[in-house]
């Protein structure tokens, strides 16, 4: 077993370029799924899916990012175009209050959770648990069941219509075996989308919030880092800037599995009662 | 966009004292705030299809454009709520006939024997349809996964089917009545399991739904399926051997409507899911059917007609219920509220210090 991979996305450095999404497509050979214009901001990907196996989120507040002090001050509406300077109560020379829009972009990805419930309630074996830890589906055995696709607590999976089976990112499980790194990391120009050995990552996202929050970022904060949520701590985790549903992404998510111990007790005395009942019913009169 | 929708923004108070300062001498013309591209909320939208007035206060909570968290299930609803109900239909036929055999009720057995293997027949059908790649089912043979009910369910299935086509083949055939027999007990012995795994078949996903309901959904589901088969014994047997279908119906059916109000008296928000657009026209058919069919079978004691009516009643109220859970389970899946509301209120009261159960319930102070 090698050592466990994944990847760091920290969205405070996300530039919304979506160079992730085109090189993971491109790498994977992922087909078109829809050239739509949703009005969702920049987001026309809408959600990861069969054929979405990043997406870049687009997000804009009336928030400031951090604690800002433009040093500068105005009053006053924006001015009509053509208004004198010397009438205007801002211009060029006194900029308005900066900080109070912020854009947020965060590229999603399948979270390679450490339970994980596509893997846990696959009939088929299709999806299988790599030597780097992560979570891929083989494609020549899934029957397209369609179950991990409700299983996930993220969403992340989806069914390729025309040909039946789901699919989802495998963390270039082709590239990451020779040493590369994933398409996606390896085409991002902000180094939002950090791969590596998990561990080393957990550390440098410990410090980068650190960094954040001294810096007055107190939005910053880490999504799915831990190993004592739900889902056992995820190969992919994020350093989100707000509450992660503002990203789409669920505010505690569980693997269901966990409960599973449980359902089958319950389903057990179920059916035990559904055998007595029934047979109890053949006792008493006649008719 | 409301006030209430906007609720959870934190800039909100700071957007306002710009808003004032900024547009203070000025009428603010309608257009400003609709520029302001927003993260979906509780939209007007979904209030305003809302028909019934909410007794509780429309939760806050932020999601990504109003867009769902989970996925829905692809499966299709004819092909999986009716394998629902035939497979409850046939798991519990087949404990009737079990003991129809037992106790000497000659049409009682067979009707149920036949009643069961079509029914699963059917359903084994259906399950295959809705296969992505059909042409692989048989791939659902290649591992047993006890964390995969799907797993566990293909390998009763692939127990029960024989054994009660083989009981099915000689009631019909009249040869090789041993076998007949044996595939009868058999069944009578897998059916409940095929009809108790269904539910945690569906419990053991992110659909809300489903999930808040893990606890209830197998004891839902044997009801339901008691009200089927018990239905269907009214509906094969003669008066004179039809008493053990008449009691397993009406307390079948009387189960159900138990269960099902207990569980979404249980799952808080996630409740609503049942209670709107088809799925609560759905659910209060079947509740209304179960009822009529229930109270027919113990009025209808000496009435051939009346027994047969009211075993249709259930029948009908069972399905109904099958694809008034399965349809609940769609609606929560592509509604963030359902999703976010409630793991937004566990994370809250762990924050706040409150116990959390294992099972994600709140334990408050």
Not at chain 1, 48 to 61: K, M, N, P, T
Not at chain 2, 231 to 250: D, I, K, N, S, Y
């Amino acid at each position: 077993m090698a050592e466990r991979m994944g990847f760091f996305t920290d969205t405070s450095v996300c530039i919304g370029c979506k160079a992730c999404e085109v090189a993971c497509k491109e790498w994977n050979a992922i087909p078109e799924d829809g050239l739509n214009f949703t009005g969702m901001s920049y987001d026309n990907t809408e959600r990861l899916g069969a054929d979405s196996w990043r997406h870049v989120a687009f997000i804009e507040q009336r928030k400031p990012l951090a604690r800002q002090e433009p040093g500068v001050d105005h009053e006053g509406p924006v001015p009509p175009l053509g208004t004198p300077p010397d009438l205007a109560p801002m211009n060029p020379m006194t900029p308005g209050e900066g900080g109070d829009l912020r854009w947020l972009m965060s590229s999603d990805v399948c979270k390679h959770c450490t339970v994980a419930a596509c893997l846990d309630v696959c009939p088929t074996g299709a999806l299988f648990r790599t030597e780097f830890g992560t979570v891929v589906v083989q494609s020549d055995v899934c029957n397209g069941c369609g179950y991990c696709i409700p299983a996930c607590p993220f969403g992340v999976l989806g069914q390729r219509k025309d040909d039946g089976r789901a699919w989802k990112c495998t963390l270039c499980y082709d590239r990451i075996g020779d040493g590369l790194e994933p398409a996606c990391a390896k085409a991002c120009p902000t180094d939002s989308i950090q791969y590596g050995p998990l561990d080393e990552l957990r550390e440098r996202a410990a410090a980068r919030v650190t960094t954040l929050n001294d810096a007055g970022v107190d939005d910053a904060r880490l999504y799915l880092a831990d190993t004592d949520d739900g889902i056992g701590g995820a190969g992919a985790f994020f350093l989100l800037l707000d509450d992660p549903e503002v990203y789409g992404l669920p505010p505690d998510p569980i693997a269901t599995t966990r409960d599973l111990p449980a359902m089958w007790r319950h389903a057990a005395l179920a059916a035990a009662g559904l055998l007595g009942a029934g047979l109890l019913a053949f006792a008493g009169r006649r008719r | 966009m409301s006030e209430e929708a906007r609720g959870r923004d934190d800039g909100q108070a700071g957007r306002d004292a710009i808003s004032e300062e900024v547009h203070g001498r000025q009428a603010l013309s309608p257009g400003d705030h609709a520029r302001d591209a927003l993260t979906g909320t509780a939209g007007p939208r979904r209030r305003r299809r809302r028909r019934e007035r909410p007794v509780v206060p429309e939760p806050e909570f932020t999601s990504y454009y109003g867009r769902p968290v989970v996925k829905p299930p692809v499966w299709k609803a004819l092909d999986i709520a009716g394998y629902l109900f035939l497979g409850g239909l046939a798991g519990a036929s087949s404990v009737l006939s079990a003991g129809a055999e037992l106790t000497g009720r000659p049409r009682l057995a067979r009707g149920t024997r036949i009643g069961a293997a079509g029914a699963i027949a059917v359903s084994l059908a259906a399950l295959v349809h809705d296969l992505g790649r059909p042409a692989r089912f048989v791939n659902m043979l290649r591992v047993l996964k006890w964390t995969s009910p799907m797993s566990v369910g293909s390998w009763i299935l692939s127990a029960y089917a024989p054994a009660a086509g083989a009981a099915a083949l000689s009631a019909v055939t009249g040869r090789l009545p041993r076998i007949g027999t044996a595939g009868a007990m058999a069944g009578a012995v897998a059916g409940p399991a095929v009809a108790a795994y269904t539910g945690v078949l569906l419990a053991d996903t992110a659909v809300p739904g489903w999930h808040e309901g893990h606890r209830e959904l197998p004891y839902l589901f044997v009801s339901s399926a008691a009200g089927a088969g018990g239905g269907l014994g009214l509906l094969v047997a003669p008066l004179a051997e039809a008493a053990p279908a008449r009691r397993m119906g009406v307390a079948g059916g009387t189960a159900e409507l138990l269960v099902a109000h207990f569980m979404r008296r249980r799952m808080g928000v996630v409740a609503e899911a049942y209670e709107t657009g088809r799925a609560g026209v759905l659910i209060r058919t079947a509740e209304a059917l179960t009822g009529a069919g229930a109270l027919a079978a113990v009025l209808g004691r000496r009435s051939r007609w009346l027994s047969a009516a009211a075993g249709g009643a259930l029948l009908a109220g069972s399905a109904l219920t099958r694809f008034g859970v399965f349809e609940a389970g769609m609606i929560s899946s592509k509604d963030p509220k359902y999703t976010v509301v409630p793991q937004r209120a566990r994370l809250d009261a762990r924050d706040d210090g409150n116990a959390v159960r294992p099972d994600g319930t709140v334990q408050q102070h």
